[in-house]
């Protein structure tokens, strides 16, 4: 292998040892806000559960909002259609 090739494989191999500590690093700040067990005797997920946890968590979020969002419109049209209170 020629010196110039051996650079460039060297060039390559930096560059995804790299991006790979970058997404190892994102994948742990991932973790970190996921709601999971942590302790010294479960394991630390791993890169397809984290991801697999984090869009689950997502779904179960967005479905809790739309649940709020109906509540609030509900809520607001039953305040609406209710007749003023009289002030005596």
């Given at each position: ?10 060039s390559?191999n ?9 997404l ?17 005797s ?5 890169k397809?559960?984290t ?14 909002i ?23």
């Amino acid at each position: 292998m020629a010196s110039s090739e051996a650079g460039v494989r060297l060039s390559i191999n930096l560059r995804e040892r790299c991006r790979m500590h970058d997404l190892n690093e994102a994948l742990d700040d991932l973790r970190a806000v996921l709601p999971y067990a942590r302790g010294g005797s479960v394991r630390k997920l791993s890169k397809i559960a984290t991801l697999l946890l984090a869009k689950n968590h997502i779904i179960m979020q967005a479905k809790a909002i739309e649940e709020l969002r109906q509540l609030v419109v509900s809520l607001r049209t039953q305040l609406e259609s209710k007749p003023p209170a009289s002030d005596e």
